[in-house]
């Protein structure tokens, strides 16, 4: 009797011990996002990052939103500090604004992990890695799509356009009005950017601003948009003004782009996955806590697709 119960004494404590260990391996990952609410993409990246975690046993997270509002976002991040999370995974609302709210991360002693839009430059010595898109590379390709467009079309010495660029502030759309801007005089010297207006990732203004662009340009050739969602909202103004034959060109190919590309209305954009996004500040996140040595820009790679091709990519779902 007396050594059944030594057994089952020596057994709890191994029990217990396991239980602490296994508990010791949880990494606790914390994420403020940007604005879950204005777009599907977002909407759909927070779905994969919750789904790609729940299936991580050693995985527990504290998924916060910050609606747009960098005030908020300070104070989540503030909130991730006092609750010690091991790791911080930010999607910035604005890459200047969050600097010392993740320096502060930092000094704590916590890794954060920037995605989908890096933080400014002079934040980077705070941050571990970036995941996510090359912008200045998909606006270089959207300008690329443009052109080939308009040298096709015999028009590329003439051509004058419009860009309706993403929210002010904003690193993603500062990066591809950048990277457009950049190589479309290097490809289509002779093409005319003569005017860009923010459309904040919202189709609702993307409208109003192209509205405004058909009143004061007779001559429209081409639209470039920070995304599919603000492109489909020029779209729709050019179609309800009666304006045909202007060349639609965006630089993440959302699922109301990819059907007016279906439909002949929208020529092309640059394909990216909210899921693959997700998954990927996930891993860098994990792979971060495990000491595993990462690129600080760890970019995935996001293709062109056009009417000509949009055959070998499904749908988003976003």
């Known amino acids: 009797m007396k050594f059944r119960n030594t057994l089952a004494a020596t057994t709890a404590i191994a029990m217990l011990a396991l239980s602490g260990a296994a508990s010791a391996e949880t990494m606790k990952i914390g994420i403020t996002q940007n604005n879950v609410g204005v777009d599907s993409y977002q909407t759909t990246y927070e779905k994969a990052f919750i789904a790609e975690a729940d299936a991580n046993a050693n995985v527990e997270t504290v998924v916060l939103d910050a609606g747009g509002d960098v005030a908020r976002q300070i104070a989540q991040m503030e909130d991730l500090i006092q609750q010690e999370v091991d790791a911080i995974i930010i999607w910035p609302t604005n890459g200047e604004a969050v600097i010392p709210a993740v320096r502060k991360a ?28 090359d912008n200045i590379t998909q606006g270089s390709r959207s300008a690329e799509i443009m052109c080939d467009k308009f040298t096709e079309m015999g028009i590329e ?24 801007e950049d190589r479309l005089p290097e490809v ?62 965006g630089a993440t190919n959302f699922a109301v782009g990819y059907e007016a590309m279906e439909r002949g209305e929208y020529w092309g954009s640059i394909y990216q996955s909210p899921v693959d996004d997700a998954k990927a500040a996930l891993k860098t996140a994990i792979d971060t806590l495990n000491g595993e040595d990462l690129p600080f820009l760890n970019y995935f790679d996001t293709p062109k697709i056009t009417q000509d091709n949009m055959g070998d990519f499904t749908k988003p779902v976003f």
Do not use: H
């Open 106 to 133: 930092n000094k704590a002693g916590i890794p954060v992990i920037v995605t989908n839009s890096n933080i400014a430059e002079e934040g980077f010595e705070f941050v571990s890695s970036f995941s996510g898109p």
């Open 188 to 249: 289509c010297p002779n093409v005319a950017l003569v005017e860009t207006q923010p459309g904040d990732w919202n189709r609702e203004k993307s409208q109003k601003v192209m509205e405004a662009f058909l009143v004061k340009y007779d001559d429209i050739d081409g639209v470039y948009s920070g995304d599919d969602n603000m492109g489909v909202g020029a779209l729709n103004a050019a179609n309800a003004a009666g304006r045909e034959g202007i060349i639609f060109v």
């Open 157 to 180: 010495n003439e051509a004058q356009i419009v860009q309706i660029r993403g929210q002010p502030g904003y690193t993603t759309a500062i990066e591809r009005a950048k990277g457009f």
